[in-house]
T-cell receptor
């Protein structure tokens, strides 16, 4: 069964600290992996898209990694800001469909 | 350039009532999608349309119908609403027509539907 699992479910960090979110998937055949940021009450917004051959991709303070052999991805947030408080969703694409993880809820406190 | 717009933003229905959720995009995208998002679950695909004139079922299509009215508009209809359809509904669009294409998927702001 195609599944995307994320951990932790929720995370609270101090402003300025770094954090890493995890994503494990069993989706096949793999096309690409995306990380989205979803602010409360809004639709998801794309952060990164990675193909099978890419190990790392950055978007400002966000860095995503992909290990296609172990089917794991991570999203590292550097020097967190209050505006990073949101849900972060891992999405794996296969064929014509997208499989969404349940997200990690990140809260950044002053 | 409004991106993806959805109407209404909020809706309360009684069991058995019908309604249509509207979605429009102005980015000349080929593919459009309807998802639902429930607490503790990832977004789940209801229906999608890879191009004008075509629609396909997603993971949870039961109780819903869709219409790709033209390239811009993709509507979702609940014929007889049930409490299990209480959810937040998101419409999305992207230029590509296959999951392998690297085109970004853009989401609308969502419709919060409550069925009593």
């Amino acid at each position: 069964k195609n599944q995307v699992e994320q951990s932790p479910q929720s995370l609270i960090i101090l402003e300025g600290k770094n954090c890493t979110l995890q994503c494990n998937y069993t989706v096949s055949p793999f096309s690409n992996l995306r990380w989205y940021k979803q602010d409360t009450g809004r639709g998801p917004v794309s952060l990164t898209i990675m193909t099978f051959s890419e190990n790392t991709k950055s978007n400002g303070r966000y860095t995503a990694t992909l290990d296609a052999d172990t089917k794991q991805s991570s999203l590292h947030i550097t020097a967190s800001q209050l505006s990073d408080s949101a849900s972060y969703i891992c999405v794996v694409s296969a064929d014509n469909q997208f499989y969404f993880g349940t997200g990690t809820s990140l809260t950044v406190i002053p | 350039n409004a991106g993806v717009t959805q109407t209404p933003k909020f809706q309360v229905l009684k069991t058995g009532q019908s309604m249509t959720l509207q979605c429009a995009q102005d980015m000349n995208h080929n593919s459009m999608y309807w998802y639902r998002q429930d607490p503790g679950m990832g977004l789940r695909l209801i229906y999608y349309s890879a191009s004008e004139g075509t629609t396909d079922k997603g993971e949870v299509p039961n109780g819903y119908n869709v219409s790709r009215l033209n390239k811009r508009e993709f509507s979702l209809r609940l014929e007889s609403a049930a409490p299990s359809q209480t959810s937040v509904y998101f419409c999305a669009s992207r230029y590509g027509t296959s999951g392998g294409a690297l085109h970004e998927q853009f989401f609308g702001p969502g419709t919060r539907l409550t069925v009593l």
